[in-house]
Nanobody, 122 residues
Framework: VQLQASGGGLVQAGGSLRLSCVVS????????MGWFRQAPGKEREFVAT????????KYADSVKGRFAIYRDNTNNTMYLQMNSLKPEDTAVYYC????????????????WGQGTLVTVSS
């Protein structure tokens, strides 16, 4: 399975970005998907996850109400819509895939994308 994340960039506080993660190599809708992020000098942390059907989503408390995760199984793509961005959202964002699991623990994920940098200026 190969994952390709994109959509990062520089945005002012209060702005929005949409991240995309294109998956190839396996049947996309067999995989739970997740977004994680890692800020400079910090541990990687969970952001959001979505079940293989898209019916179940979970969010970190820090992004709840501002971010939305969704997926398009016909196009093998997962998205993270990020609104009301804050400087503390600055990080490299990674997408990940887990076979038949919807998980907040990064150790449950088998496949990872290369990351896309999001920078939020104050």
């Amino acid at each position: 399975v190969q994952l390709q994340a994109s959509g990062g960039g520089l945005v002012q506080a209060g702005g929005s970005l949409r991240l995309s993660c294109v998956v190839s190599g396996r049947t996309f809708n067999n995989y739970g998907m997740g977004w994680f992020r890692q800020a400079p000098g910090k541990e990687r942390e969970f952001v959001a996850t979505i079940s293989f059907s898209g019916s179940i989503t979970k969010y970190a408390d820090s992004v709840k109400g501002r971010f939305a995760i969704y997926r398009d199984n016909t196009n093998n793509t997962m998205y993270l819509q990020m609104n009301s961005l804050k400087p503390e959202d600055t990080a490299v964002y990674y997408c990940a895939a887990a076979k038949s699991v919807t998980a907040t623990d990064s150790n449950r994920y088998t496949y990872w994308g290369q990351g896309t940098l999001v920078t939020v200026s104050s």
